[in-house]
């Protein structure tokens, strides 16, 4: 994909994510979403197992299963639908993903500036701080607009 339709398309996905932005300050029931739900509605675990077309032991299990992190979201969407609900699975980013591409861009260019600073300091050519501020922010520029592959080889 041409890096300015990449741009585009992490605008429209980050505007889209805001919606859910609201949800990452949200944790889910202590007692997990499957038991919450089934107690508020009054449903017993039996009544829950004939609507899931399972035997009744296998409802404790479920909600162990789902509070240790190991039940399948195929499991979760046929839970919330016998619970007339909607089983939501999102990826909400911590920032923006603009954020998250200029941040990783920052750790390429600090990198890059570093071997050059150093090389330049042993010539006696190195910037001066404000200098080397702004070549970094021009760095940052250039790798967000042209999104090289190698901008994510290094870890966060």
């Keep these: 994909m041409l890096p300015k339709y990449k741009l585009i398309a992490r605008q ?3 505007n889209t994510l805001s919606y ?3 949800l990452k ?10 038991r919450a739900i089934r107690e508020a509605l009054g449903m017993s675990g039996k009544q829950l197992a004939k609507r899931l077309n399972v035997s009744q032991p296998r409802i404790p299990k479920l909600e162990r299963d789902e509070l240790s992190g190991v039940v399948s979201i195929k499991t979760m969407r046929q839970a919330a639908e016998a619970l007339d609900c909607v089983f939501v699975y999102a ?3 911590r920032t923006t993903l603009e954020e998250t591409v200029r941040a990783q ?4 260019a600090d990198a890059r500036t570093q071997r050059v600073s150093h090389t330049m300091l042993l010539e006696a ?8 501020s702004a070549s970094i922010d021009a760095a940052v520029d250039e790798l967000v607009q042209e999104m090289p592959k190698e901008l994510w080889e290094s870890k966060p």
């Design 12 to 14: 429209q996905l980050d």
């Design 20 to 22: 859910y932005a609201a």
């Design 25 to 34: 300050q949200n944790s889910p029931p202590v007692k997990g979403w499957i």
């Design 91 to 93: 990826m909400i980013p």
């Design 105 to 108: 861009a920052r750790k390429v």
């Design 125 to 132: 050519q190195n910037l001066s701080d404000q200098e080397q």
